[in-house]
């Protein structure tokens, strides 16, 4: 059974640079054919979509976060990594990890990372 876990640290201060990791069990993230994605969610407030990488390793961000987001990967140890440069409290969120299909579907979610930036 395919299964995502997140790892990081719940605290971060503000102008640091926020580091997630997403370990995948049951496949390969550089075979399996999905994106590896991150999606972020503030406390009230909807689902935000940060970008992915694809098993090829191609990247996709998110327009508004692009340039201060960067997602790469350890195939070695079947994980991938989200980094959030310049935090301001506004990163506030709930972080997951997910793996989106071809057709569009988020089936398999990590179980959610709370990141609090604060001083």
């Known amino acids: 059974q395919a299964q995502l876990r997140e790892s990081g640290p719940g605290l971060v201060k503000p102008s640091q640079t926020l580091s997630l990791t997403c370990a995948y069990s049951?496949?390969?993230?550089?075979?399996?054919?999905?994106?590896w994605s991150w999606i972020r969610q503030p406390q009230g407030k909807g689902l935000e979509w940060i970008g992915y990488?694809?098993?090829?390793?191609?990247?996709y961000y998110s327009p508004s976060l692009k340039s201060r987001t960067s997602i790469s990967r350890d195939a070695s140890n079947n994980q991938f990594s989200l980094q959030l440069s310049s935090v301001t409290p506004e990163d506030t969120a709930v972080y997951y990890c997910?793996?989106?299909?071809?057709?569009?579907?988020?089936?398999?979610w990590g179980q959610g990372t709370q990141i609090t930036v604060s001083s």
């Open positions: 049951g496949g390969s993230i550089e075979t399996d054919f999905y994106y």
């Open positions: 990488m694809f098993y090829d390793g191609s990247t």
């Open positions: 997910t793996r989106r299909t071809d057709w569009g579907a988020y089936n398999v």
